[in-house]
């Protein structure tokens, strides 16, 4: 028999974090841990990690349902892939918890290279939102610590702020030494987005994601069909939990990539069905940590190690919080380390 507990937990940012939806200084994250009564020393943890106006959770009582969940754990056990699909972060919060739990409760999710210390993977340097000379300071960061790509929020500023900060990174470094991706997180309008994407490929900007405002699937068709830079999916993804509605989403907009958060796609089993259509497709995609602790990061990292994707992923939300908890990660030269 399963029994399962939970506890809140809101991590503080060092800074607060600018997207355009507004600016965060906290975000709600709960720990679930399961565990069997035949072996209660051993217990398997996961995380929902809740984003303000984002995650579907962030509308509805989650920790009501939470709490029933814990209750029900034997039921749920069973049928979360189902059960859930509304609520993306709880489902792989449990779809977390117990695969540390059948894996003897280490937090050792999958095990590749990565774990081992052998290998690491390459990320993109996060740039927020904020004032030019802000984000200037989080650039040279970036690029100090030895990150090869980096991705800036955009979308908040006077376009010509944000074009003069990209025109300035560009100077410095060509697209070979230097990958720039942007996000604007659903910011412009059609008609808008079309001047960005011209100036963006002015400056090789390698890739753009969510350019409008999810759910406009056939204004992002269009998009992606014109578009000199190519396209990222992102919020777009978001809610669309059947397989039949995630080839319909793949096949009608045919994006150039897509971004995978398992907390907002509904975990490991999830997204791998989004990776197969987007294959089939000829669709790149990549993964994406969605502001969860270390505990949830460690576990996207695990998963995103066995998967032999190339391309640098969006893994590096570790050092943003006063309060996070502890992991064997490390960030090192645009990389992030597993310490056995």
């Known amino acids: 028999m399963l029994k399962a507990s939970y506890k809140r937990y809101d991590l503080i940012f060092k800074k607060p974090g600018g997207t355009s939806r507004g600016v965060l200084t906290k975000k709600r994250s709960y720990f679930i841990e399961i565990y069997n009564t035949q072996n209660p020393a051993v217990k398997g943890v996961g995380e929902c990690s809740v984003l303000p106006r984002l995650s579907p959770e962030d509308s509805v009582n989650i920790e009501e349902k939470i709490q029933y969940c814990c209750q029900n754990i034997d039921d749920f056990a069973g049928s979360y892939h189902n059960s859930l699909k509304q609520v993306p972060a709880l489902r792989f919060a449990i779809e977390m918890a117990l695969l540390d739990l059948k894996n003897g409760g280490e937090k050792k999710w999958f095990h590749s290279a990565f774990t081992r210390g052998e290998n690491s993977i390459e990320i993109n340097g996060l740039i927020w939102m904020g004032s030019v000379k802000e ?34 990174i560009r100077e410095r470094f060509s697209p070979k030494e230097l990958e720039v991706r942007v996000d604007a997180n659903g910011a412009y309008s059609f008609e808008m987005a079309i ?5 963006l490929k002015e400056l090789s900007v390698h890739s753009i994601e969510q350019p409008i405002k999810a759910g406009m699937h056939n204004k992002m068709a269009q998009l992606c069909k014109i578009s000199p830079v190519p396209i990222a999916l992102d919020e777009e993804l978001i ?78 939300t570790g050092q943003l919080f006063t309060n996070n908890v502890k992991a064997p990660l490390k960030m090192e030269k645009g990389k992030l380390k597993y310490l056995p």
């Open 135 to 168: 984000m200037q300071k989080q650039v040279e960061e970036k690029l100090e610590n030895g990150f090869n790509c980096l991705k800036l929020k955009i979308g908040a500023l006077d376009f010509k702020k944000e074009l003069s900060l990209l025109k300035a």
């Open 195 to 199: 001047q960005v994407l011209e100036k």
């Open 239 to 316: 809610g669309v939990n059947n397989y039949q509605d995630k080839k319909e989403l793949i096949e009608t907009i045919m994006p150039h990539y897509i971004i995978l958060k398992p907390s907002l796609t509904g975990g490991f089993k999830s997204s791998l069905e989004w990776i197969t259509l987007a294959e089939k497709n000829g669709v790149k995609w990549w993964i994406t940590s969605a502001l969860e602790s270390n505990l949830g990061l460690n576990a996207i990292a695990q998963w995103c190690a066995t998967l032999n994707n190339y391309l640098p992923q969006g893994l590096g």
